[in-house]
C-alpha cells in the first residue's frame, strides 16, 4: 500500500493535530515510561509485513504499542539527566527537514544548506561572546565533537603522522577529570591513544580541576617521556555541574604548550547572558569549544555547536577527496564533511534558524533566565526547610540535593534517598536522577525544560516533600 501524496497531506494534518494535542496534554501523562524489558518487543511481530499496511492501523499501534514504552522529555517536570528540549518551531524545522531529505554534505549538494549552518554558527559565536576569528559547525553530538576535537589536536602533535603512519609508540597523554563526562574516555579510545593513557587529574574540593595538579601530571609525564597532548575542561559537569576555572587552566595550558577543549554541552547555554559572559574567561587561549542548543538552547535533538581557533587544522584532519566529491566550489565554499567524522551531514542549520529567529535572542535570554530563577527558587526552599539539605550547591538552574530526616546515620541516608527518587519516579509525577557526591547519595534536580512554569517547579516541591513524608511514615 503505497502512500500517495494526497494521502500524505490529509495524514500529516492529522499528525499535526495530533502533535499539538500531545503538547497540550504531555504534563498529565506519566514522565518515566514504566514498561518492563521486553514489553514493547513481545508486541512486536518478528518478521516484517509481507504487504504494506494501511496509515490506520500503523499509527493505531504507534499509541498503543509504542506510547506507553516512551519517557516524556517534553513534560515540564522532566528533571533528570540534562534536558533534549525540543520547541514548536524547533519541531516544524524538523519537519521541513524530513520532507526536503537533503543530505547536506557538501556546498554543491544543497548551498543553501553550507551557507545556512556558516550563518546560524556566526550568529551562536555572537550569541556566546566567542573570540572573533573562530568557526563553528554543527554536529550530531558532544561526543562526536569532542572526539573530533582529540583527533585534531592529535594531528597537530604528531604534524598529521599519526593520519598517515597510525598512533606512534611514544603515548600521547589526555587530562581530565574523574567528574569529565564519559564521553571522554570514548574519545581517548577510539582516538587510539588507550585509555589508561587518560589522566584524572585531581580535582579541589568543589570537584573543578585543579590547575596546579593539571601542571604537575603534565610535567611528569613529559619527564618519564609521555607525549600530553590535550587537556580537556568541562563547564557544567554531569553529576554535580561543577564549572572549571577556565582562566585558571589556561595559563596552565598555554605555558605547557598542550591542546585545550572545552565541554560545555549543557551549561554554554548560559553564556549567551550577559551576567554569565564569565564562564568563557579565557576562551580565546583554548582550541576548541563545544555546546549543545539540542540540550538547553530548545532545539531538539540532534544539534551540537563545534567551535575551533583554527580551521585549518580541523580540515586537515578530516578532509579526504575521492574523485567522486571533486567540485568547481571546492576552496571557495565551506564543504562542512571535511569538519567532521560522517560524509552525510542533515540540514540540521534550519532548525537552529528557526528557533533562533522564532525567540529572538531576548526570548532565549529570558528562557535561561527564568529557569535559573527556577533553580534560585529550589534553592531558597531547600536551605528553608529542615527535612532536606544541598550536597553540592545550586549552579545556574541545577544542584544536587537530599532528603535528610534527622537521627539517621549515612549509610541509612543513602538507602532513603534511593527509595525516595524510586517512589517518586515511579509515581509518574516527575523524573529525577541520582548523584553521588563525596560518598554521598544525592538527588539531581535540572530545572530546564521548554515547558517548565513556576507552578510545576512548586508543585514539585510540595510532591517531593510528600513522598519523603509518605517514606517517613
Ligand atoms: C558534560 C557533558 N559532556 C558531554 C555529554 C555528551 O553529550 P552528547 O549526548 O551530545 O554526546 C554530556 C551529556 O549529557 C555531558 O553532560
Not at 539527566?81 to 525540543?86: D, E, G, P, T, W
Not at 564521553?183 to 591513544?193: C, D, H, M, N, T
Not at 585531581?202 to 593539571?214: C, E, F, R, S, Y
Not at 554535580?240 to 547555554?269: C, F, P, Q, R, S
Request: aromatic share 10%; proline share 4%.
Amino acid at each position: 500500500m503505497t502512500m500517495n501524496i494526497r494521502e500524505f497531506r490529509d495524514r500529516a494534518h492529522q499528525l499535526v493535530d495530533w502533535m499539538a494535542d500531545f503538547l497540550e496534554q504531555v504534563e498529565t501523562l506519566p514522565v518515566k515510561s514504566g514498561v518492563k524489558p521486553g514489553e514493547i518487543l513481545k508486541q512486536l511481530p518478528a518478521s516484517p509485513p509481507g504487504k504494506g499496511e494501511s496509515f490506520d492501523e500503523i499509527f493505531a499501534d504507534f499509541q498503543h504499542a509504542i506510547m506507553p514504552g516512551i519517557t516524556h522529555w517534553q513534560h515540564p517536570k522532566f528533571f533528570a539527566y540534562f534536558n533534549a528540549n525540543a520547541s514548536p518551531p524547533s519541531v516544524l524545522a524538523e519537519m521541513l527537514m524530513a520532507t526536503l531529505g537533503a543530505q547536506c554534505m557538501i556546498w554543491e549538494t544543497s548551498p543553501a544548506a553550507a551557507e545556512l549552518e556558516e550563518r546560524t554558527m556566526e550568529w551562536l559565536a555572537k550569541m556566546l561572546g566567542l573570540p572573533a576569528g573562530w568557526d563553528g559547525v554543527i554536529h550530531d553530538t558532544a561526543s562526536a565533537a569532542t572526539l573530533i576535537s582529540i583527533l585534531s589536536a592529535r594531528e597537530k602533535l604528531t604534524g598529521f603522522a599519526s593520519n598517515r603512519k597510525g598512533v606512534g609508540r611514544t603515548p600521547m597523554r589526555v587530562y581530565a577529570t574523574s567528574e569529565t563526562h564519559s564521553s571522554i574516555e570514548k574519545a581517548v579510545r577510539i582516538a587510539g591513544l588507550g585509555s589508561e593513557n587518560l589522566v584524572k587529574v585531581n580535582t579541589k574540593d568543589d570537584l573543578t580541576m585543579d590547575p596546579v595538579a593539571l601542571r604537575k601530571a603534565i610535567r611528569q609525564d613529559r619527564e618519564a617521556g609521555f607525549l600530553p597532548l590535550a587537556v580537556i575542561s568541562t563547564l557544567g559537569t554531569t553529576s554535580t555541574l561543577a564549572i572549571d576555572d577556565l582562566k585558571t587552566l589556561v595559563v596552565v595550558t598555554n605555558e605547557e604548550g598542550v591542546w585545550h577543549h572545552v565541554d560545555a554541552a549543557y551549561a554554554g547555554t548560559a553564556a549567551i547572558l550577559p551576567e554569565y559572559a564569565g564562564l568563557l574567561e579565557g576562551i580565546e587561549k583554548c582550541d576548541s569549544f563545544v555546546f549543545n542548543p539540542h540540550k538547553w538552547m530548545f532545539v531538539n535533538f540532534d544539534c551540537t555547536a563545534y567551535f575551533v581557533k583554527d580551521r585549518e587544522q580541523l580540515i586537515r584532519t578530516f578532509e579526504i577527496l575521492p574523485e567522486y566529491l571533486k567540485t568547481k566550489s571546492r576552496g571557495e565554499v565551506n564543504d562542512y564533511r571535511d569538519w567532521g567524522i560522517a560524509l552525510g551531514r542533515r540540514f540540521r542549520a534550519l532548525k537552529l534558524w528557526f528557533v533562533i529567529r522564532s525567540y529572538g535572542v531576548e526570548g532565549l535570554q529570558e528562557k535561561v533566565r527564568q529557569h535559573i530563577g527556577f533553580g534560585k527558587q529550589f534553592e531558597k526552599w531547600i536551605k528553608e526547610s529542615s527535612d532536606f539539605e544541598i550536597i553540592y550547591p545550586r549552579n545556574l538552574n541545577f544542584m544536587v540535593f537530599r532528603w535528610h530526616p534527622k537521627a539517621v546515620d549515612e549509610d541509612e541516608l543513602n538507602k532513603l534517598n534511593r527509595e525516595l527518587i524510586e517512589r517518586i519516579n515511579r509515581s509518574g509525577q516527575m523524573f529525577l536522577t541520582h548523584a553521588v557526591v563525596k560518598g554521598k547519595y544525592g538527588i539531581r534536580i535540572v530545572l530546564g525544560q521548554t515547558y517548565l512554569e513556576d507552578r510545576h517547579v512548586r508543585q514539585a516541591w510540595e510532591q517531593i516533600n510528600e513522598m519523603a513524608a509518605e517514606l517517613n511514615s
